[in-house]
């Protein structure tokens, strides 16, 4: 019986050109969610599901739902990673977030000020993030203040390391920042 290493089993996995397709867009687009790589990839509906199965049935990926979607990741990235890539992808949550990385204490007007949304949708968004653990509040005098406890670090270097996957110009532009710090 031939002995067939990890790599060697994955590459052979990946043979099928739509296979690999599907696990490169994954890859460089870590918690991408079903409807943008089918968008992306333009393949049909039951072919993706037929694959994305497959690359998580042996391993290559992993599947994680939310509440409204199912969201894919390599194996190479781990759990608080994959966590923290999910909740930026969410738009809204990018925005408080990228806000808070470059405003340390934020009252709950300058949140809202700042994303341009409603005053309830922004107290949602900040409950779920409170709920997660990402931020912490406390109160000053009458007002409460938002902030980051999840690692600005870790955050800046998924950001950087998936940049091309944002196409948000926030992104950008907190990363030029950073890197002048």
């Known amino acids: 019986m031939h002995y067939q290493n990890p790599s060697e089993k994955n590459a052979d996995l990946l043979k099928l050109s ?3 397709k599907i696990y490169e867009l994954v ?3 870590q918690g991408c969610h079903f409807r943008e790589i089918e968008r ?5 509906y039951g072919t993706l599901k037929y694959h994305l199965n497959f ?3 042996h391993g290559l990926l992993i599947e994680s739902r939310d ?3 199912t969201r894919y990741y390599t194996k190479e990235l781990s759990k608080d990673d994959s966590k923290l890539i ?3 992808r969410q738009e ?3 925005k408080i977030i990228l806000f808070m990385i470059t405003n340390k204490n934020s009252s709950y007007k300058e949140i809202v000020s700042f994303l341009k949304l409603s005053p309830s949708t922004v107290t949602w968004h900040l409950n779920s993030l409170l709920k997660k653990e990402i931020i912490g509040k406390k109160k000053n005098s009458r007002h409460f203040t938002y902030f980051l406890l ?3 670090t870790k955050i800046m270097r998924l950001l950087i390391s998936y940049k091309k996957s944002f196409l948000d110009s926030l992104v950008d532009k907190t990363i030029e920042m950073w890197d002048v710090k």
């Open 18 to 20: 739509n296979r690999k």
């Open 27 to 29: 890859r460089e687009n």
């Open 40 to 44: 992306r990839i333009k393949f049909p």
């Open 55 to 57: 690359l998580v049935k």
């Open 67 to 69: 509440k409204n979607n």
């Open 86 to 88: 999910s909740l930026l």
């Open 92 to 94: 809204s949550i990018r």
């Open 150 to 152: 999840a690692d600005r």
